[in-house]
């Protein structure tokens, strides 16, 4: 019941927190940006950010040693600025930080596959308290 509960919370999350891109779609390329190549080109390279992209800082919220942070990607095409994917960021003291992306609604359902497997393993943390972080960041922002 308790994986049935999880699995629900994540699906409404995913559904509230992309509706407002309803023809945007994340790629398979901007999902493996998210989750790996930004934390090595970006924050251990100190290089700059995926060409044609920005990150738009939305929220932090920190409990104890543990810190989420979602950040927003855009896309942009001359002036336009089209979301691309949501960045979730965990960091707990003494951990490599993960990176999550939460793809937009249209997207392949192979990419919301991968999102679901990570938080789900995330699960796993003895005494985790990151989907709850993840859960508080997320509904401060939804609109």
């Known amino acids: 019941m308790k994986n049935l509960n999880t699995f629900t919370a994540i699906l409404l999350m995913i559904f509230l927190f992309s509706i407002n891109n309803l023809f945007s779609q994340t790629t398979n390329e901007e999902y493996k940006f998210v989750t790996k190549g930004y934390q090595k080109m970006v924050v251990e390279d100190g290089g700059d950010m995926k060409k044609g992209y920005e990150m738009e800082n939305i929220d932090t919220t920190s409990l104890n040693e543990m810190k989420v942070t979602l950040k927003k990607m855009n896309k942009i095409t001359g002036t336009t600025k089209k979301l691309a994917a949501y960045m979730l960021i965990y960091e707990k003291k003494g951990l490599t930080p993960t990176y999550y992306c939460i793809p937009t609604v249209g997207s392949d359902d192979a990419l919301f596959q991968l999102y679901y497997d990570a938080l ?24």
Do not use: C, F, Q
Request: net charge positive; no cysteine.
């Open 120 to 143: 789900k393993d995330a699960g796993n943390e003895p005494n985790s308290h990151r989907l709850a972080l993840i859960a508080i960041v997320l509904s401060r922002n939804l609109k």
